[in-house]
């Protein structure tokens, strides 16, 4: 099975702490790396966690708070320093391209690679990058500002052939592949052999969803649905609803009533309030709802199966 993974890079809400960095992930598939967000010291974390700065082609940015670019022009400088020629793709709300040229003629730091822009459609789900190993999804969230949330899915593949049914009617090799692709097969009499008979069906796609940072918002639940792993924001504690209502986050409890409306697999929570010392309080509030909870932690990576 391809390794496929979330390495969490910040876990903290606005406020960063001695111990979290602002929001920032990288999920890998295929030896391939991708970034979701980029809060402020997110170039340390990538060097930090090992992650390779010169493969990472994609940036995904889910909304224009601080929190979540403040370490995108510093990331973008060190490529140049780097230096970057391969284009670097940024999907993102459109005001961000206008930040990112001021930011660029302000500081006379011209690049040798080029930043083509994807702007993000904050109104219906919307299919932002596909190639044949990844599709990438986003969808509206309900926050203070224009927000998205992205979802990651494996490409279905083809089948497996049956190795016994080849060797048995000796099947050419030019034919094996007609029959992964769905192609019956007929033997010199005439009989066709329904692919079907010819093959193992191949392993479910896995996905992987991110959620920050909304309320609770149930209108996502169709684009996260069944989700093997989904990041939900849970930036305070079920005794601070009513706060977090007031400042559109969500709470712990509420990411986990989320993971179990979309029948996900697993939820990480994240995008935790520097309130918090202890993040346990947290964690039960959402393990009470659906056991398998876990928290993120800088540093983490999680594997998806």
Not at 71 to 86: A, D, I, V
Not at 143 to 161: D, I, Y
Not at 190 to 195: K, Q
Request: glycine letters at 4%; a neutral charge; charged letters at 25%.
């Amino acid at each position: 099975m391809i390794p496929f993974t979330v390495t969490i890079l910040g876990s903290s809400s606005a406020l960063p702490t001695s111990r979290r960095f602002p929001t920032s992930q990288v999920v890998t598939l295929n030896n391939q790396p991708y970034l979701i967000d980029c809060g402020e010291g997110t170039q340390i974390q990538l060097r930090k966690y090992k992650a390779k700065i010169g493969k990472l082609n994609h940036i995904f940015i889910s909304h224009l708070h601080g929190d979540h670019i403040f370490g995108l022009p510093g990331l973008l400088s060190t490529m140049s320093l780097l230096g970057r020629k391969n284009d670097l793709h940024i999907y993102a709300h459109s005001p961000l391209q206008e930040i990112l040229d001021c930011h660029s003629t302000f500081f006379r730091s011209e690049m040798d690679f080029r930043i083509v822009f994807h702007p993000l459609n904050f109104k219906r789900p919307q299919v932002v990058f596909e190639n044949k190993k990844i599709k990438v999804e986003s969808f509206p969230l309900k926050h203070r500002v224009p927000c998205c949330g992205f979802r990651f899915s494996e490409q279905p593949k083809l089948p497996h052939l049956r190795k016994d049914k080849l060797e048995e009617l000796d099947i050419p090799l030019k034919d094996r592949v007609k029959i992964k692709e769905g192609s019956d097969f007929m033997l010199p009499d005439g009989r066709v052999i329904p692919h079907k008979e010819l093959t193992i069906p191949a392993e479910k796609p896995r996905s992987y969803a991110f959620c920050t940072d909304t309320i609770y918002h149930e209108p996502a639940i169709a684009s996260i649905q069944g989700a093997d792993l989904l990041y939900h924001e849970a930036t305070f504690a079920d005794d601070m609803a009513d706060w977090a209502h007031k400042t559109y986050h969500s709470t712990a409890g509420e990411a986990a009533t989320m993971a179990q409306k979309a029948a996900a697999k697993k939820l990480i929570l994240g995008h935790f309030s520097a309130r918090y010392n202890d993040i346990q309080p947290l964690v039960d509030d959402a393990q009470s709802v659906f056991p398998e909870s876990y928290p993120a932690e800088d540093g983490t990576t999680f594997e998806i199966f």
